[in-house]
């Protein structure tokens, strides 16, 4: 099975860079991804990592280890709309995906 | 990234009707698709998996009889909610791998899904 464990609920100021953090045990490997799902709305793809490194996409920057079986989702300059919840998701061996419970991000002023 | 529809985005029904919810990949083939639902301040459950031209594979759990899927088409992947109840109320989203980014899933818009 499939174990991921990321936090409910971080708070950050507008402007700011938060860095929201996502481990996983897994039988197998093959890929994690980050989502973006704001309130009432499906889940809006945002990166995908399958080796190990960062990789950066504008003020998006997501970042994987598969020894320590870690990812973190960077976000630069904060902007209101940025309040979401964001979902990290494993693909295992069966290339079904896992996603974990969402950390739901507050941007305040 | 690529495009997937959902229709219909809301329904409100009686306890007891079925309710068929359509998932379509707009401008790509997706060979496999997935169904999820999620309630309120929950995460996603992936509810089932659909593959193009065979029987959906579902997640332990959830009634395959209560939930038909059919994905007869490579564009188009359907849910159908038989003799739906309130506790059946919820959001329900499809999403599909496109094969031109590995493993990348694009979800749908969702359906809301009202029982009264």
């Known amino acids: 099975g499939q174990n991921i464990d990321q936090p409910t609920e971080m708070t950050a100021t507008e402007g700011a860079i938060v860095q929201i953090n996502c481990t996983y045990q897994t039988s197998g490997f093959n890929g994690l991804f980050w989502y973006q799902q704001h309130a009432g709305e499906a889940p809006t793809f945002l990166s995908y990592?399958?080796?190990?490194g960062l990789e950066e996409k504008g003020r998006f920057s997501s970042f994987l280890s598969r020894s320590k079986g870690y990812s973190y989702l960077l976000l630069k300059e904060l902007q209101m709309k940025d309040s979401a919840s964001y979902l990290c998701?494993?693909?295992?061996?069966?290339?079904?995906?896992?996603f974990g419970r969402g950390t739901s991000l507050i941007v305040h002023p | 990234g690529a495009v997937v529809s959902q229709h219909p985005s809301w329904v409100i029904c009686k306890s007891g009707t079925s309710v068929k919810i359509e998932c379509r990949s707009l401008d790509f083939q997706a060979t496999t698709m997935f169904w999820y639902r999620q309630f309120p301040k929950q995460s996603l459950m992936l509810m089932a998996t659909s593959n193009e031209g065979s029987k959906a594979t579902y997640e332990q759990g959830v009634e395959k009889d209560k939930f038909l899927i059919n994905h007869a088409s490579l564009t188009l992947s359907t849910l159908t909610v038989t003799s739906a109840h309130p506790e059946d109320s919820s959001f329900y989203i499809c999403?599909?791998?496109?094969?031109?980014?590995?493993?990348?899933?694009?979800f749908g818009p969702g359906t809301r899904l009202l029982v009264l």
């Open positions: 999403s599909a791998r496109d094969p031109r980014a590995g493993e990348t899933q694009y």
């Open positions: 990592n399958v080796l190990d």
């Open positions: 998701a494993v693909v295992g061996g069966s290339y079904i995906p896992t």
